[in-house]
């Protein structure tokens, strides 16, 4: 008899991932999930307090590896590329797990909240890597907010987008923003 691997904390997590975009918030049912790990309700209750609790640990795992590690991640690299990293992290994130978490926090209101949290550190991110390369305050933050309005709305447009085709549009962007003089902006 062969005995099954231990299904860990993150197992469930990343568990949690794939359903919620197979299934939307319909895979995340207790049973759902236990059903599908084939495990017991028991096993998933020694990690979890109970489900809303994973609910609120899968939408901040979410936060931790697509945002709080892409910045970190980015910071690490030389500033002359640290945009340049951003885009290529940013464009390997898995989109279809993006948008179905925006779809969950239409109806979750912690999922929500860590939407909106996630959408304020990436939009403050981005404005500080203007603000590293010389535009004022103002120029700094509407570009940013125009460039994460287009990440976010070219996965929901544009979901079977290729990875080489959001880093071609990621580029042209950065090159007219690039091209425009500073004082376009001030």
Same mark, same amino acid.
């Given at each position: ?9 993150? @197992? *469930? =997590? ?13 895979? %995340? ?8 790990? &084939?495990?017991?309700? &028991? ?6 307090? /109970? ?5 609120? @640990? %899968?939408?901040?795992? *979410?936060?931790?590896?697509?945002? %709080? +590690? $892409? ?8 500033? !002359?590329?640290? !945009? ?5 992290? #940013?464009?390997?994130? +898995?989109?279809? %797990? ?6 969950? #926090?239409? $109806? ?10 996630? +959408? ?5 991110? =981005?404005? &500080? ?6 535009? /004022?305050?103002?120029? #700094?933050? /509407? ?6 309005? !287009?990440? $976010?709305?070219?996965? =929901?447009? *544009? ?28």
């Amino acid at each position: 008899m062969t005995q099954k691997k231990r299904f860990g904390k993150d @197992d *469930w =997590i990343t568990l949690g991932f794939r359903q919620l975009i197979k299934d939307g918030i319909n895979g %995340l049912t207790l049973d759902a999930l236990c059903r599908t790990a &084939g495990r017991t309700k &028991g096993s998933f209750y020694h990690h979890f307090k /109970d489900h809303n609790a994973y609910l609120v @640990d %899968l939408v901040e795992a *979410w936060k931790q590896q697509n945002t %709080l +590690d $892409v910045a970190a991640e980015t910071m690490a690299d030389d500033p !002359a590329t640290q !945009a340049q990293t951003l885009a290529n992290l #940013a464009t390997h994130l +898995d989109h279809d %797990l993006e948008r179905a978490m925006r779809q969950f #926090a239409q $109806v979750h209101e912690t999922a929500r909240l860590v939407v909106r949290q996630v +959408d304020q550190i990436r939009t403050s991110f =981005i404005f &500080g890597l203007y603000r590293a390369q010389g535009l /004022d305050k103002e120029a #700094a933050a /509407d570009i940013a907010k125009i460039e994460y309005a !287009a990440f $976010v709305g070219a996965q =929901i447009v *544009w979901p079977e987008m290729t990875p080489e085709d959001r880093l071609a549009l990621d580029k042209r962007f950065a090159k007219m923003v690039q091209n425009c003089q500073k004082s376009d902006f001030q």
